[in-house]
């Protein structure tokens, strides 16, 4: 680094020195990882964590905090005693009355990435967000980047940025992954890149309304300037009419384009070339928009159309996103855990034409599953599960072939049990895994290995 970009890390940790913070919401990712990167910098902390500490406690070795800086169980205003400056973790909500009481006061209340911010501003940023399909836009922007920049993928895609501080620094390119949890209140922040994949009805467990959520992931270009660029998808009711201060560049498997997409020639079509997208591993229509947001980025920034095109060819779909299970014997069966919405459910159903018989079930965020009944003629049945696993089953009820089983196991034996030849068998659950599961990975990767345990008994 340039002498006058170490002068200002060090001006920037020697103001911080100056301040206590308070860290709201610890756990493995930012919370810990703030505290971390505080130490590393002898900037002073206390923890505030609504779990009793038995919870969190070896998350704490090796820390520097004092216990009685640690804050467990009810939070309430008295613990802003002394304290400068607030560390959030996107997790917990703003609307909790620690975090009010700290705006109230004058306390400034940062999330992790906006607080570096003015660290990494000269960097080439990318910001993704979106209902679904951002980490594997990210993910796939980071492969083709990295074929010509020193790239870095961060955020929301487990990876909190205050891990990768010094990749950070050292990186030409930040690729952003940003949930609306982490763009609720931004004070600096504005990329050079910004992606919206899609919005639809998400997380209304957490936001009063859907327009508060709209409002949230719009927020990303909330600072946008006249050099940044919006990479706008015209195909989402919710984002085709929006607009920036800075250039747009438009993506559209329906519309013309920039960058489009030709069915009855299956090519995507970007400005300097295409490719077929059936040649591609990525599987499911909705990633053609995914592929379309990586080229345009791509392209603007200058990476040779080969590299996107190879890239984009062999990229490997992510776990748990319409992710193709090995060892099926010979039965053709998909993990699309990460499908909590009923909106990705649809976009894996629209991406066979096979006959499916489909998995759904778990804790649902909302309950109106009617749009999947148009998909009822794709279905040879369907196999519900767990907590709100009839309310999906009570939608379909034109569908002859239905059964809920209240264990994820028995629910995946019985449709193992239904597959014959030319079927698909697709766990695509509309609901979080939180009745049964820790995370919507640990929902596949039981997933897996029950198949994988099926397959094994049939040979």
């Known amino acids: 680094m340039s002498e006058s970009i170490i002068a200002k890390e060090r001006k920037f940790w020697q103001d911080l020195q100056k301040k206590t913070f308070l860290i709201i919401g610890f756990t493995d990712r930012t919370g810990l990882a703030a505290a971390r990167l505080f130490d590393r910098f002898q900037v002073r902390y206390r923890i505030s964590e609504l779990r009793p500490l038995s919870s969190f406690e070896n998350l704490l070795q090796g820390l520097s905090v004092n216990y009685n800086d640690i804050y467990h169980g009810p939070q309430g205003p008295e613990q802003l005693q002394d304290v400068d400056a607030v560390l959030l973790s996107p997790g917990v909500p703003r609307s909790i009355a620690l975090v009010k009481a700290a705006v109230s006061r004058g306390i400034p209340v940062y999330n992790d990435y906006d607080l570096l911010f003015t660290l990494y501003k000269e960097k080439k940023i990318i910001a993704v967000t979106g209902t679904d399909g951002k980490t594997t836009t990210a993910s796939l922007l980071g492969d083709i980047l990295s074929t010509t920049y020193k790239t870095v993928i961060c955020g929301n895609n487990g990876i909190p940025v205050m891990s990768v501080y010094d990749r950070l620094l050292h990186s030409a390119v930040i690729i952003l992954e940003m949930s609306s949890y982490m763009l609720e209140e931004i004070k600096f922040f504005h990329a050079d890149y910004n992606i919206i994949t899609n919005i639809d009805r998400d997380h209304l467990d957490r936001y009063d309304s859907f327009a508060a959520y709209k409002k949230a992931k719009f927020n990303l270009l909330r600072y946008c300037s006249a050099a940044d660029v919006f990479i706008r998808n015209l195909d989402c009711s919710y984002i085709y009419n929006s607009s920036c201060p800075g250039r747009i560049i438009d993506v559209s498997r329906k519309k013309e384009a920039a960058y489009t997409y030709d069915m009855k020639t299956d090519q995507i079509r970007c400005q300097k070339g295409s490719f077929s997208f059936g040649q591609a591993l990525l599987k499911g229509l909705h990633n053609i928009e995914n592929i379309m947001f990586c080229a345009a980025v791509a392209e603007d920034m200058g990476v040779p159309f080969t590299e996107i095109k190879n890239s984009v060819l062999n990229f490997s779909p992510l776990p748990d996103r319409l992710e193709k299970v090995t060892a099926a014997a010979g039965k053709e069966v998909y993990n699309d855990s990460k499908a909590t919405t009923v909106q990705a459910v649809a976009r894996a159903l629209s991406s066979f034409t096979k006959p499916i018989i489909l998995i759904a079930g778990g804790r649902c965020k909302e309950f109106n599953f009617a749009p999947l009944v148009r998909y009822a003629d794709k279905l040879k049945a369907l196999v519900t599960y767990g907590e ?20 994820f196991t028995a629910a995946v034996k019985y449709a193992w049990s239904l597959i014959e030849e030319d079927d698909i068998l697709l766990l695509s659950p509309a609901a979080t895994s939180w009745d049964q599961f820790s995370s919507y990975h640990a929902r596949g990767e039981s ?13």
């Open 388 to 407: 709100h696993g009839r309310r999906i089953m009570d939608f379909f009820s034109d569908l002859e072939k239905k059964y809920y089983y209240s264990s």
């Open 447 to 459: 997933f897996k290995k029950i198949i994988q345990q099926l397959a094994i008994h049939d040979e």
